[in-house]
């Protein structure tokens, strides 16, 4: 157990330095629980494929970092958890502009608007269910485009604190969304 704890660390010390072979093991290593757990949120594969590319060139952008983490598995999982939810963003957004796109378009796209005109109801439903501070910070951040460390130092509260908060919101609307039909 102490020896496996030793090696991951001299491995890290050396993707840390730059170390590219280092780096090519370590992404063996995690890669097939990475895989796992962005399939069960973003579900597609080739959705899985990108959202695992960004996953690692941030992890060897920011590689630096690998050798003072505590919680390096729980580091890993909330990185590519963050990743998935840009994806997810990223589609919604790409949704939205697509919808808005087809209200401009001919007269047999109503359909098309009336159904973003849905899903923002839902959307808007779901944040007014969620908890008082819970939607504080999801509007916060969605609304007045505010980072977690900024959202944090107003409210007083941890960042990770809120990164979870914010998860948790956006899980709750996802899975409104989901028995609506429209995901």
Not at 46 to 74: C, N, P, S, Y
Not at 156 to 180: D, G, H, M, P
């Amino acid at each position: 157990m102490h020896d496996d704890f030793y090696k991951e660390n001299v491995l890290l010390a050396r993707i840390a330095e730059g170390d590219e072979e280092a780096f090519s093991l370590f992404f063996r290593m995690i890669s097939p629980g990475m895989s796992m757990l962005v399939r069960n949120v973003v579900k597609r594969e080739e959705a899985v494929k990108e959202v695992l590319q960004e996953f690692f060139i941030k992890l060897w952008l920011h590689r630096d970092k690998l050798t003072g983490i505590e919680h390096l598995r729980a580091y890993l999982k909330r990185m590519a958890l963050n990743e998935c939810f840009t994806y997810l963003n990223k589609q919604s957004n790409l949704r939205h502009a697509d919808i808005e796109h087809a209200e401009n378009a001919a007269s047999n796209e109503t359909e098309a608007a009336l159904s973003y005109r849905e899903t923002q109801r839902i959307i808007a439903e779901a944040v007014k269910a969620l908890p008082a501070q819970r939607r504080q910070i999801y509007e916060m951040s969605r609304h007045q485009g505010l980072n977690a460390s900024e959202i944090a130092e107003t409210l007083q509260l941890s960042s990770s604190y809120v990164r979870n908060t914010i998860s948790a919101a956006l899980q709750f609307i996802r899975e409104r969304l989901k028995r609506a039909g429209k995901l």
